[in-house]
């Protein structure tokens, strides 16, 4: 095993030497006879580059991969090419549609809609108060109870929300972070009321509080705190929950933040390594864990960038997991994603077109070589989408999984000059971003310093400034705009949801035994006073005795402290 | 409080720059468009304070009247505008400070913008609107 700083310097010469190695002389003819003659002809002298900066060359060729020294199949280390040998022939991706919307019973209502209409894995989104660990009844929830998410208080809550919902069939997916362990213990907890083992239970849970620091920016304790749980976590899972992938390690957020793709492979890999070395320093065993790591990436309108990422982060994290964290085989080298398509490339301007724009996506996820995919609502730049909407964007998924025959061979771009070329530009580029956040002391004390904020809010600026000058064109935003804009029919959440919950709660705080929550409350206190403990027991019974999210919440406000962000404007 | 005062006075503000403070004043992080927006008033030659993420409608308004600013650019993506913008509005003009002008942008419906215009916060403008429409909005409602 290579010093940290020096692998990536070694990595990074290496990359730079097999491109040193490239011979073009049939190309530089080619250019030169060819090409530069018909430039003049067509007065064509315009230069192109990807979302990363990547320079587009007007054409490709077997010179620009011949030094590759990548000629794995699919299923084969470093597993560029997918991590299944036969892909979508053995199992097709999980169509995944996230929702969730005011009270638990309307999300309960839309989850059982969509395994009505198809669906084949469950994922949830949660409200704005439920994701920082605000009660519905807290003055800082006025207005937001059950508007972005469903809204979850208590264990009550999700015993409503899985109701009737067999929990030992689906695998369930909750992008939850800063609550992830309270989700996580409730989930578990109507599990065992039901008789379920916690053995069987499927599912993810997101818990990636590292690029909530970086991007999404929804924590509710300082960094070094989230991860002590997030380790306790790790330790819970692997013992009791073996089936249940525990962190969802996310891009997405960090690309909808405004960062490119190389942004969002690196930094999202370099999050992947820092969770391997929390569960390594932890004790745990490495082939044991790190297959419960699995990846969440965005898909963004670039359409061959996107899956040059895809390729480029499965190579990137088996060989570094290999060679530097000393990973011999075993499924932990195979990187397994989630996709969804991209929320910041859709419009409010004429949003049917929004149809087009995630289908592409979608397709670029799935040549990729994604294991599920949620498929964004053409309505979305409004509001949360409505049934019809997600219906359209369901069936999207279908269209390319049922009509295209784009699943039938593996990796079916792969050897395609171009995409070996971009796969081969953004390894590079993430080893060049490792090594600098290894210099800044890695990814916490780079989010400590702002400079992963810093470097996102710089790169979404430059490309809003390029669709403001017209270099970059959004179709109904600067170009071909219309006049009058189509009217659609949005989904209205109103402030009933937050009435119900608020009762709810109240009626809770009467009925259940409050010396219990009490007592299970000062364990908690203990639990998370001793770093040398494992926090998720105690957990699990104040979800148990009914205390509210909140009041766990608390318990570590008030033992961590809150976090302030490092200045970033 | 010698700042307020200043805002009482009135007549500095032919002299300065735009003081600008922006602002999500709510559970919401989403701040990719702050922070753009930030950037773009700044190079517009505003003065431009950026509160931070997670502000109360209170905090805001204390903010406002501290940095003795002209005008507050609110945004919010979580669908709580209509109860967090006028919150805003109404800890201003219980302190007193009914000339900060607000200006409102985010995920806001068609409808909720006659609502939140009757409440006197302006623009409230959606997903896709260029920067310099926001900006030349921000100059007309602060002239004085």
Sequence with gaps: ?569 | MERTSNILNGNHKMSRKIRILVAKPGLDAHDRGVLVLCRAFRDAGMEVIYSGLLPTPEQVASIAIDEDVDAIALSLHNGAHLTAFPEVKKYLEEKGANEIAIIGGGIIPEEDKEELEKNGITGNFGPGTSMDTIIEHIKKVTKK
């Design chain 1, 1 to 569: 095993m290579l010093e940290t700083e020096n692998y990536w310097k070694h990595k990074i010469n290496e990359l730079a030497k097999l491109k040193k190695d490239s011979n073009n002389e049939d190309v530089k003819r080619w250019e030169k006879e060819v090409l530069e003659p018909w430039n003049e002809k067509t007065n064509n002298n315009e230069e192109y580059s990807t979302t990363s900066d990547i320079d587009v060359k007007t054409s490709y060729s077997k010179s620009d991969i011949q030094t590759n020294k990548d000629k794995s199949m699919p299923g084969e280390f470093p597993f560029t090419r997918g991590p299944y040998p036969n892909m979508y022939r053995g199992k097709k991706w999980t169509m995944r549609m996230f929702s969730g919307f005011g009270t638990p019973e309307d999300t309960n209502n839309r989850l059982k809609y969509l395994i009505k209409n198809g669906q084949t894995g469950l994922s949830i989104a949660f409200d704005m108060p439920t994701l920082y660990g605000y009660d519905a009844d807290n003055d800082r929830s006025k207005g937001e109870v059950g508007k972005c998410g469903c809204n979850i208080s208590s264990l009550k809550d999700m015993e409503i929300l899985l109701k009737d919902i067999p929990l030992n069939q689906v695998s369930t997916s909750m992008t939850i972070n800063a609550p992830a362990s309270i989700l996580t213990a409730m989930y578990a907890s109507v599990a065992s009321k039901n008789n379920i083992p916690l053995n069987e239970l499927r599912g993810t849970v997101q818990t990636d509080i590292l690029k909530e620091y970086i991007a999404q920016k929804e924590w509710a304790y300082p960094p070094k705190d989230h991860m002590r749980i997030v380790r306790d976590m790790m330790e819970y899972c692997t013992k009791e929950m073996p089936k249940w992938n525990y962190v969802s390690i996310s891009g997405y957020h960090i690309r909808e933040a405004g960062s490119n793709a190389a942004q969002e492979l690196a930094f999202t890999l370099a999050n992947g390594f820092t969770y391997l070395e929390l569960g390594q320093k932890a004790g745990l065993k490495t082939e044991e864990f790190a297959p419960r790591l699995s990846f969440f990436f965005n898909c963004t309108m670039n359409f061959f960038e996107e899956i040059a990422k895809f390729r480029a982060a499965r190579r990137i994290w088996a060989t570094v997991l290999r060679e530097k964290y000393g990973v011999e085989k075993g499924p932990a080298l195979a990187l397994r994603f989630h996709t969804q398509t991209s929320g910041a490339s859709l419009t409010w301007q004429q949003p049917m077109n929004n149809i087009v724009r995630t289908a592409i996506e979608a397709l670029a996820g799935v040549l990729g070589g994604t294991q599920s995919l949620h498929t964004n609502s053409f309505d979305e730049a409004w509001a949360l989408p409505t049934e019809q909407a997600v219906k359209v964007a369901l069936r999207t998924q279908q269209i390319i999984a049922e009509e295209t025959g784009v699943i039938q061979s593996a990796d079916p771009l792969g050897g395609s000059y171009y995409l070996e070329h971009l796969t081969n530009e953004l390894e590079e580029k993430a080893y060049r971003y490792f090594e600098k956040i290894d210099s800044l002391g890695g990814v916490i004390s780079a989010i400590e310093k702002g400079y992963l904020q810093k470097e996102i809010a710089e790169t979404a600026y430059q490309s809003q400034l390029a669709i403001e000058k017209e270099k970059e064109v959004v179709v109904g935003v600067n170009k071909y705009t219309e006049e009058e804009e189509d009217k659609i029919e949005i989904l209205k959440v109103d402030d009933e949801a937050q009435k119900i919950q608020v009762n709810r709660l109240k009626q809770l705080k009467k009925d259940r035994d409050n010396n219990k929550v009490k007592e299970a409350l000062d364990n908690l206190r203990k639990a998370y006073e001793n770093n040398d403990k494992n926090c998720m027991y105690e957990t699990i019974k104040a979800v148990q005795a009914y205390a509210t999210l909140q009041e766990i919440v608390d318990v570590g406000r008030d033992v961590f402290g809150e976090w302030k962000e490092p200045q970033i404007f």
